[in-house]
């Protein structure tokens, strides 16, 4: 796969905390898209990482979706497209740091959602993906 970001200079270059946070537009030539469902804050049996805890939530779901991905003979670096889903927007910008961990070496185009709640009243993030092979 090759991914080519662009950030057009007609466009606001979105950083926080002198992170860029994303490309307004990424092309890819690719044999494979993955498609990964919301990834929330949840252990392999179930249980809640980091209740409350928007930090610690965007860690395991940026490690969920490294399992994800590895799972399909990809990783972070293939991400093309992240859809972030989270209960406070201004808690989350604090920790633009950790989601550049996970998602800097692909800097994937990016759409982040204040919702009011999610599917347990724990979880503060759920992130969806797609990535290409």
Do not use: W
């Amino acid at each position: 796969m090759t991914a080519h970001g662009i950030q057009p200079d007609q466009l606001h270059l979105r950083q926080v905390n002198g992170y860029t946070l994303y490309h307004h537009v990424v092309v890819c030539s690719a044999e494979k898209l993955i498609l990964i469902s919301g990834q929330l804050s949840r252990d392999k049996s179930g249980g809640i990482v980091g209740p409350r805890d928007m930090r610690a939530q965007i860690c395991q779901v940026g490690e969920n979706l490294r399992a994800a991905l590895r799972a399909a003979g990809a990783d972070l670096s293939n991400l093309v497209k992240t859809t972030t889903y989270v209960t406070d927007i201004d808690e989350f910008f604090k920790h633009a740091d950790v989601r550049h961990e996970y998602f800097g070496p692909a800097l994937p185009t990016s759409t982040t959602i204040e919702v009011r709640r999610l599917s347990h009243p724990d979880l503060v993030v759920e992130v969806e993906a797609i990535a290409a092979l």
